[in-house]
Every structure is written in structure tokens, then in C-alpha cells.
């Protein structure tokens, strides 16, 4: 049925995918491609984490390396890893639905490159990052396996994949492995970089034919990213925007986007206050040098207006927080 597996997770998603990977054998006649929202700050371990879990053979991936059987390729941090024809493509191109690996530029280059032969695992993870490549996979003739939301450490990737897709299989963790062997064909195919739709040189931007700019419409929202003009494209009932730079977003990270903005625009706003009324100290405490007391009795006022509406928005921010994790100016 496919020869290459594309795997995506975030929070919760190491145990996932080691139970997947421990049981598949050695001889799998599959490509795996695994992604993981992890921090581009640090280095990741997964890799070494899955080539211990199982048979098969695990490593980050390399920029231009050919596609084989029976390998696991994890995408390093601060790259998204794509499919071109018979090799791995790495990018640092813009963020997805907020991150960078993300798991819609692998799912869509799969499809683009290798259409029904794709297989699309989405796990545990938060938002919905996945859910708009795991249609386009589906579209092109894939088979789209999700992991059981009731199991997921977080559901909200396999809820918004179920809810906007038709998903053949939802299964638990355990379960995939089984379902893989039995939907992997028993030979690789001895030409794969030719058993796909596209020849050219997979990249972020969307094909003409799917381009949000010529199918979609100018939106009334701003990139949380660039603050560039949102295009938006309405398809089975999912929607999503995109940027001129090629920032892209779900309607859920967009959520998480402005929430951001708003947040960093009112610590802004506290810190340009604090400095406006630590200017009008400063300003009253010359006055009152030269006794000009009048003059500095109105920075001292202007300055106690400052302090108030900055200990205001900062009591603001610091209330709506106490239950999610701390928030640092």
C-alpha cells in the first residue's frame, strides 16, 4: 500500500513513537520520516532514542541523502525536513503553524512526491499542526492513521486531524506498528524516485494550482510572525492563511499567534510606561534643584498616572496567567 511513512508528534510524543518503532522489523520494505515539534535552542536525541527502540536503523536526517528502506530519517532541530524524488530535502524555511520542524511541509511534499504510496501517522501533540498535509495526502490517494485521541497524552492533533479529514485508521499506539506491517508492500520499488507526481524541487511555497494567493482571498488578519498581509483558502471545511514570506498557520495556531502578540505587546507597553515615569522622576528631581516646585509637581503627577496604568496592565497580565505557566516580560 506505501512505502513511505510519514510520522508527526509534539508534546507526549517520544513513548508514542518508540511503541511504534520497537516492533518493526529490520527488513521493513518502508521509508520512515518522523517529525517532532522540539526546540531549535538545543540538540535533540530522538534520534538516537528510536535507533535504540527497535530494529530499525535511526539518524537525524541529512540535507540531500537518497530515500532506502528499512530507515528511520528524524528531522534535526530548526529544519523542516521535505521529500523530494529519492532523497531528503532539509529547509530552514518560515515557521509553520509556529514551528520549525514542522509536520505540514513533510506531509506535503510526501504526497506531492509520492501521492497513494504515502502512509500519514499524526500523534499525540497540541493544536493542530499536520492536519492540513494529512488532507492533502488523503486527497491524493494516502492512507491516514491517527492515534487514538483517548490515549494521546494531548488529543488536540489527533482531534483536529479526525474532525477534519477522513481518517482510516484510529488506533492506539500499540496498535500501529501491526497495522504498518500489514500495509507496507513486501518489495521496495526498484525505481521509488519515479513512482512519484513531482519531479521538481519540493519547497515551502505552495504549487501555482494551490497557491492561497490565486485560490484564496486577502484576509482582514495580519501575519503573528511578519505582520505581512494573511492570504486565506477555505478547503473541506478547514481554513488556513498564509504570508507572502510563506509564514503559515491553522486557525488554532493563528489563536496561539495573537494571543502572543497581544501578551508582547502589553509587556511593551508596561516597560515603556515604567521608563516614561522613571523620566518624569528624573525630570521633577532636576526642578526641584532649580526650585521650580510647580514644574516639578506636573511630572511628579505625570509620573504617578504612568506608574498606575503600568501596574494596571501588569496586575492584568499576572491575573489571566495564574493557572498556565508563569509569564516573563
Known amino acids: 500500500m506505501g512505502n513511505i511513512i510519514v510520522i508527526g508528534a ?3 510524543g517520544v513513548d508514542a513513537l ?4 520497537a516492533p518493526l522489523p529490520a ?3 518502508a521509508a520512515i520520516f518522523v517529525v517532532m515539534h522540539i526546540s531549535p535552542h538545543a540538540p535533540s536525541i530522538l534520534a538516537e532514542i528510536l535507533d535504540g527502540a527497535g530494529e530499525l536503523r535511526c539518524a537525524a536526517a541529512i540535507n540531500g541523502e537518497p530515500i532506502e528502506p528499512g530507515r528511520i530519517y528524524v528531522a534535526p532541530p530548526d529544519h523542516h525536513m521535505l521529500i523530494e524524488p529519492g532523497i531528503v530535502r532539509l529547509s530552514r524555511g ?3 503553524n509556529r514551528f520549525r520542524p514542522a509536520l505540514d511541509p513533510l506531509f506535503r511534499t510526501a ?6 504510496d504515502v502512509i500519514d501517522i499524526v500523534l499525540t501533540g497540541s493544536l493542530g499542526d499536520g492536519t492540513d498535509g494529512l488532507q492533502t495526502i488523503k486527497s491524493a490517494g494516502g492512507v491516514a492513521i491517527v492515534q487514538d485521541p ?3 497524552l494531548f488529543d488536540s492533533m489527533p482531534l483536529s486531524a479526525i474532525r477534519a479529514v477522513p481518517i482510516n485508521y484510529v488506533l492506539r499506539a500499540s496498535e500501529i506498528a501491526r497495522k504498518i506491517i500489514e500495509l507496507v508492500p513486501k518489495r521496495w520499488p526498484d525505481h521509488p524516485e519515479r513512482t512519484g507526481k513531482s519531479t521538481k524541487p519540493s519547497t515551502l511555497e505552495p504549487d501555482m494550482n494551490e497557491d492561497e494567493r490565486v485560490l484564496g482571498k486577502p484576509s482582514a488578519f495580519t501575519c503573528p510572525d511578519c505582520s505581512g498581509t494573511l492570504w486565506e483558502l477555505e478547503e473541506g471545511g478547514l481554513f488556513r492563511y498564509r504570508c507572502r514570506v510563506g509564514h503559515a498557520f491553522s486557525e488554532e495556531s493563528m489563536h496561539v499567534g495573537y494571543s502572543e502578540s497581544v501578551e508582547a505587546a502589553l509587556w511593551t507597553a508596561v516597560r515603556i510606561l515604567e521608563e516614561s515615569a522613571a523620566l518624569e522622576r528624573r525630570l521633577a528631581g532636576q526642578a526641584r534643584q532649580r526650585a521650580q516646585h510647580a514644574v516639578a509637581q506636573r511630572f511628579d503627577d505625570v509620573a504617578i498616572g504612568r506608574e498606575e496604568q503600568a501596574a494596571l496592565i501588569k496586575g492584568l497580565l499576572l491575573s489571566t496567567n495564574k493557572s498556565n505557566e508563569p509569564v516573563s516580560p
Open 10 to 12: 509534539s508534546a507526549g
Open 18 to 21: 518508540r511503541g511504534i518503532v
Open 27 to 29: 527488513d521493513l520494505q
Open 94 to 96: 518560515p515557521r509553520e
Open 111 to 116: 504526497s506531492r512526491t509520492y501521492g497513494k
Open 150 to 152: 483517548k490515549e494521546a
